[in-house]
């Protein structure tokens, strides 16, 4: 990947050194007139804006982004329940305000709206882009697998040419369609066309099945990029696909989706650069993780889904946390409901540092490593990296808001009505097997932890909390038969990042295995803490 200018060693960093002038190298302008960005931002599950230090990192992420660049292009949605999709007026009646709210709950609760929020997001590309653009798209919780599906979309069906808003149901069910298995493969024959209708279990797009119904509709609705064969070396002419996908602890708690799978689907196509931050302590079972290891994972045996193949870069990294811990939502230090007003700052920029501030702070560092810059508000990143500098220990300690417990961040019939769920039995999920994801239904959830493979990306404030932390001792373990927690202060990792400077404060790390005695040597973990304090 081309590295940016030489960022200042102190850069985002949790370490005692001394932060210099600039943290971010930021552009001045906006990029050249070939170039244009367009940043798509989708919120969690019933968040808005508000204005104050409790928004997501969606609205934070946004807020820090330069609106006035004349090449970069930004759009915003609420979360999922936060409005009626088939609203079409203001001003309306108490009986159509009751039904509207009824489906917003029942939107916030099974997502049964997505697909109005997945389309808005597809027209407002089919409307402002232009070819060579640049597309951005970030979110959290269910708005980030509503950005990842609308990837997965565009590239697989096509980004319809301008003008044909009516045409975007169509794609939607076309898409649909192939993620179900029913796609219809045409055989052209002199005296017409015949149906031939597959049911293929395969989501990943094959090229040696070109004339299927999704291509014939690609072809024929869709603009086409010009894109180098890796292979051959020669251009060739394929759907558009994303630049960045940027997403916060993605869930798929989406009941119109939520059906009997073969397998997760298949990497390909998603974005040419992929970042996703995972909360390692949220055990809801409506909020298992919708994973890009799944996908690698349960594709591996065909080499045409390895997404390393296609030149594609992922980094899928495990925080500190819960849910809202990784992608934000609550005001900086509050640890129950009734404390929100005691700590939620009018200014998104101010207030105490907390826990979610390290994964924004995170995927910003990361797309500060791309050959194409995002125009940022330069003073408001800057007062990010200084704030995290200053107060590092607030966002390295800070308390975990877990749903599941009484007194946590929510009232107790909130809590109450996860905890039900956690054994309600037609629930399934996706739970690591011995050599594979599997969708399960049995044993009931009950509340435990999530599974975390053995090949995972860990963030450092993970292993600094694991160190430092007394009380902090996650259950999580990789899966399978295994009942041992794998995130243990006897656990030994790799320092991926070690040497490079820019990455400090951001360094990852992978399992190296499990000490077998408190006498073993001091693991790379303990070395690691020290250095951040």
């Known amino acids: 990947m081309s590295q940016s200018p030489e960022p200042s060693p102190s850069q985002g960093t949790l370490s005692g050194s001394q932060p210099s002038t600039h943290f971010l190298h930021v552009p001045d302008s906006a990029p050249g ?7 798509l931002c989708f919120d969690g599950t019933g968040n808005t804006f508000s204005g104050s230090n409790a928004d997501t990192n969606v609205v934070k992420l946004l807020h820090k982004l330069d609106r006035n660049a004349p090449n970069q292009f930004h759009y915003y949605q609420t979360g999922i329940g936060t409005y009626d999709v088939k609203k079409t007026t203001v001003d309306e009646t108490p009986t159509a305000s009751f039904r509207g709210k009824i489906a917003m709950k029942l939107d916030q609760g099974f997502g049964t709206g997505f697909d109005a929020h997945v389309m808005a997001g597809y027209r407002f590309l089919m409307r402002y882009y232009e070819s060579g653009d640049k597309i951005f798209m970030f979110g959290f919780s269910r708005g980030a697998f509503t950005a990842k599906f609308l990837a997965r979309m565009i ?8 003008g044909n808003e009516e045409m975007v149901p169509f794609a939607y069910r076309l898409y649909q369609r192939y993620l179900a298995g029913q796609i219809q493969k045409f055989k052209d024959k002199r005296q017409g066309t015949v149906y031939d209708k597959t049911s293929t279990k395969d989501p990943v797009k094959s090229k040696s099945m070109q004339n299927d119904e999704i291509a014939v509709f690609s072809n024929t609705f869709c603009r086409k990029e010009q894109k180098i064969n890796h292979e051959t070396g020669e ?10 996908l940027g997403m916060w602890d993605c869930v798929n708690s989406v009941k119109v989706l939520e059906r009997a799978a073969e397998r997760p689907m298949g990497c390909i196509g998603t974005a040419k650069y992929v970042r996703h931050a995972v909360a390692v302590d949220e055990r809801r079972v409506k909020f298992k993780p919708a994973l890009l290891a799944q996908d690698i994972r349960a594709n ?3 080499p045409r889904k390895d997404p390393h193949e296609h030149h594609e870069d992922i980094k899928e990294v495990w925080f500190p946390g819960c849910h809202g811990d990784v992608g934000g939502g609550y005001p900086a230090g509050a640890s129950k409901k009734s404390d929100k007003r005691l700590h939620e700052a009018k200014d998104i920029d101010s207030g105490l540092v907390q826990m979610s501030d390290i994964p924004l702070a995170w995927m910003i560092h990361e797309l500060e490593q791309l050959p194409t810059m995002i125009v940022w508000r330069k003073p408001l990143v800057e007062k990010l990296w200084q704030r995290i500098h200053k107060h590092k220990h607030q966002a390295l300690r800070g308390a975990i808001h877990d749903s599941l417990r009484f ?12 905890k039900i769920l956690e054994r309600f039995p037609f629930i399934k999920r996706w739970e690591l097997g ?3 994801w599997k969708l399960i239904g049995r044993p009931l959830n009950k509340g435990a932890a999530r599974d975390i493979p053995s090949d995972a990306t860990l963030h450092e404030s993970l292993i600094w909390r694991l160190q430092n932390v007394d009380e902090y001792s996650p259950s999580n373990n990789h899966g399978g038969k295994s009942s041992t927690p794998c995130l243990s202060r006897e656990a030994e990792f790799e320092d991926l990042e070690a040497g490079k400077e820019s990455f400090q404060g951001h360094r990852v790390f992978k399992f190296k295995g499990l000490l077998k005695n408190s006498e073993a ?3 790379l973990m303990q070395v690691t803490a020290r250095a951040i304090d």
């Not at 007139?33 to 940043?39: F, G, H, P, Q, W």
């Not at 590239?155 to 301008?162: F, I, K």
């Open 33 to 39: 007139d070939s170039s244009r960005n367009l940043i």
């Open 521 to 523: 040597p001091k693991s």
């Open 155 to 162: 590239h697989t069906v096509g980004l319809l040419c301008r």
């Open 235 to 244: 251009v060739d002419e394929d759907n558009i696909q994303v630049f960045f």
């Open 434 to 436: 011995e050599t594979d």
């Open 300 to 302: 591996a045996e065909d």
């Open 407 to 418: 007194g946590s961040c929510a009232d107790w019939y909130t809590v109450l009505f996860w």
